[in-house]
């Protein structure tokens, strides 16, 4: 199965900590990962009850250190986007069609589970490659943060080993910024810029690419490049577009 690492971004209440230990060894989880946690005492570890080892074993980072390191990060969120156009919390998907996404991958999955009191905030979840969330009934929809981790535990728990190598975090990260890069090549308004590289996001993000079929959209964009840029440097000029011809009001 994918390596699987467990994140609580700025946990609030010690007891929800040694409680996400506990079920995440319930279901053969050890992995645990702290972002800026409060204070671990005697509580936290009462709660673990037999978990006091992955407690132990927690890694204290910070998030920029889970982005790096991650082939796939998944946010787990209760708010939800209604609509096409604000994509930065849509598509989302179950814990179950999550458990199909990567049930293939060899590489590292990191899932982002937010503070108690308000989740986690547009930055991280708009930096992350999949949303899950959790069917929960409209009268009381916000699920406890150690039930939570217990869900995505017991649906992801058991996953075979997977085989296809993804691209490694360095390597998205470089397509990433080729294709920002790209953006600007082709005037992409700036007011559309941060919507555009979330919905690539979303979209690539599901796609678990390889190494090589990040390679296959360089040099597609490269060849594309060429296009647009003379062999002496120079850009061309007679692009049809004009970027005065884009509704600034458009939300999408």
């Not at 699920?143 to 017991?154: D, K, T």
């Not at 997977?162 to 397509?175: D, K, N, V």
């Amino acid at each position: 199965m994918p390596r699987i690492r467990i994140v609580l971004v700025e946990p609030l209440y010690e007891g929800n900590v040694g409680f996400a230990a506990r079920v995440m060894k319930n279901f053969g989880f050890t992995e645990l990962v702290l972002i800026n946690p409060c204070p671990l005492t005697i509580e936290a570890y009462a709660r673990a009850s037999h978990a006091k080892d992955v407690l132990e074993q927690a890694v204290v980072t910070d998030l920029e250190e889970i982005f790096s390191t991650s082939n796939i990060v998944i946010a787990t969120t209760g708010a939800l986007s209604k609509s096409a156009c604000h994509p930065i919390r849509m598509p989302f998907y179950s814990p179950k069609e999550l458990r199909e996404m990567i049930a293939d991958i060899d590489g590292t999955i990191s899932i982002l589970f937010g503070r108690e009191n308000w989740g986690l905030n547009n930055d991280e979840v708009r930096r992350s490659d999949i949303i899950c969330t959790i069917p929960s009934s409209e009268i009381y929809p916000i699920v406890n943060l150690s039930h939570a981790v217990g869900i995505l535990c017991y649906e992801l728990a058991n996953i075979p080993k997977g085989e296809i190598a993804l691209a490694s975090p360095e390597e998205m990260t470089h397509l990433y910024a080729h294709i920002d890069e790209y953006l600007d090549l082709v005037d992409h308004p700036r007011f559309k810029r941060e919507s555009t590289m979330t919905l690539i996001r979303r979209i690539i993000g599901r796609c678990n690419l390889t190494w090589r079929e990040a390679t296959t959209i360089h040099g597609l964009l490269r060849r594309s490049e060429w296009r647009f840029v003379p062999r002496d440097g120079s850009p061309k000029t007679d692009s049809k577009y004009d970027p005065k011809d884009t509704d600034s009001n458009d939300p999408c």
